[in-house]
């Protein structure tokens, strides 16, 4: 199995940020640039504003981003499956999956993006590595950089105002940051898994159960109610 352990460095990207980000983000800079230099420029549009912006409004932007009146959500189950019952289903075998790994995703759910980066280093098995890549990790990404569409966030937009009276994100700088950091990462998961056929998979995301009753290391699939 080709190593993994790229996918980690990422994961920081993707939680709250900390003091650290800084440090973090540079380490993805330069893993970028010695591997996929071919998206360099796209991530430089996320490094360089991380790098001249304070900790604090780094904040802002990642909790209205994926939190508050979020532009998109970081629980690649609820991106895939939205409330229906095949979240519960994927998120309980992600749970078997993360603690059969040893991997421990902390205060973040198992469907996390950040819980499946961590999670990628810690595979064993090819066959579950392409499974989760191609039928949940690549179509989920291509679901979230779409919300940073102009047309989609407009819309949204003129909803929530009419719902909550307040827009949190009216006025917003750099709103579509994370995005770059979301084109990035798809690039990497397709050119490492272009070996993997799976035309088709993505016009049907929900059509994953073959994944969800023999991903990895569980047998039996759980159904949460």
Known sequence: ???????????PLFGYPYESIFEQTEACKNLIAEKYPEVLDEFLYFAEYIAKTPLSEIEEV??????????????LGYV???????????????????????NDCGDE?????????????KIKEQVFAEDLATRIVIPSLKEMI???????????????????????QEGLKNKN???????????????????VDYQGLEAKPLGSDAFLSSCGTCSTPSTTT
């Open 62 to 75: 990642f909790t209205k981003t994926f939190h508050i009146q979020a532009i998109c959500y970081l629980d």
């Open 109 to 121: 759910l198992a469907d996390n993006l950040t819980s499946i980066l961590t999670l990628y280093p």
């Open 177 to 195: 940051i994370y995005k770059s950091v979301l084109i990035v990462l798809l690039h990497i998961f397709e050119k490492d898994f272009k070996h």
């Open 1 to 11: 199995m080709n190593n993994m352990s790229h996918y980690q460095y990422f994961a």
């Open 80 to 102: 895939m499956f939205g409330e229906d019952y095949k979240r519960g289903d994927f998120l309980s075998n992600m749970i078997v999956e993360q603690a059969n790994a040893g």
């Open 146 to 168: 779409k919300e940073f569409d102009e047309a989609v966030l407009a819309f949204k937009s003129a909803i929530l105002k009419k719902k909550h009276k307040v827009l949190i």
